[in-house]
């Protein structure tokens, strides 16, 4: 199995712009999860999505993200519109069940807001 | 408010030394404590899951401890080698997500 594959890995973007990064979980995996970290603030959940429905999004720092699953291979992070504080990793990860079990990581999308 | 807190932040050992990683969460009700290694400019691999009903994990040069009365958690690995530079990062599962603590970077010198 491939793993979880994000996209891009690297963002370099200036503030206003739009920036959505990408994920495909791990094939049989039904929980899918959005994490952010930075150094001041470590891992933080944003948003995590069971049966590509949006369990607790309450991690989402204010409306300017937002994030979807259409389908289970697939799900977007979008902000809109950017700013230098959102600079960071962020990490997709999925696991199985509802529960979180064993979680695995993609390799992370690191985005540069100037 | 789950929080979940790793001692030290920071420790650099000798090569073939054993070592114990820690790791304390306030809230006791976790479904399972999840043990990951970190590898810079990487994402996060699992180490060890350990099961609210269980006491240990082992894989390995790894043994992972918990005890969910005192909200705490080891990681202990033996016989230590440079490979195994990284940050270790501990998450207390609350059912459906993961609370992260923030690390600890271990630096195995040859």
């Known amino acids: 199995d491939a793993g979880v594959i994000q996209s891009p890995r690297h963002e370099v973007t200036e503030m206003g712009q739009e920036v959505t990064l990408r994920c495909k979980p791990i094939?049989?995996?039904?929980?899918l999860f959005w994490y952010r970290q930075t150094m001041m603030r470590g891992l933080e959940l944003l948003i995590y999505?069971?049966?590509?429905?949006?369990?607790?999004d309450s991690g989402m720092p204010e409306d300017r993200f937002s994030a979807k699953m259409p389908n289970a291979s697939f799900s977007t992070l979008k902000i809109q519109p950017s700013e230098p504080r959102d600079s960071a990793v962020y990490f997709c990860?999925?696991?199985?069940?509802?529960?979180?079990?064993?979680?695995?990581f993609g390799e992370g999308s690191r985005l540069t807001v100037l | 408010k789950q929080e979940v807190t790793q001692i030290p932040a920071a420790l650099s050992v000798p090569e073939g030394e054993n070592l114990v990683l820690n790791c304390s969460f306030t809230?006791?009700?976790?479904?399972?404590l999840q043990w990951f290694r970190q590898d810079p400019g990487k994402g996060l691999t699992s180490l060890l899951l350990?099961?609210?009903?269980?006491r240990e994990q082992t894989s390995g040069r790894l043994n992972a401890s918990l005890d969910k009365s005192s909200g705490r958690s080891t990681l202990y690995i033996a016989a230590s080698q440079p490979g195994d530079s990284a940050t270790y990062l501990c998450?207390?599962?609350?059912?459906?997500?993961?609370?992260f603590g923030q690390g600890t970077e271990l630096s195995v010198k040859p």
């Open positions: 809230d006791s009700a976790i479904y399972n």
């Open positions: 094939s049989g995996h039904n929980s």
């Open positions: 999505f069971n049966n590509n429905v949006p369990i607790d």
């Open positions: 350990i099961q609210s009903s269980q």
């Open positions: 990860a999925s696991s199985r069940g509802q529960n979180t079990g064993e979680l695995f």
């Open positions: 998450a207390a599962d609350q059912g459906g997500k993961l609370i």
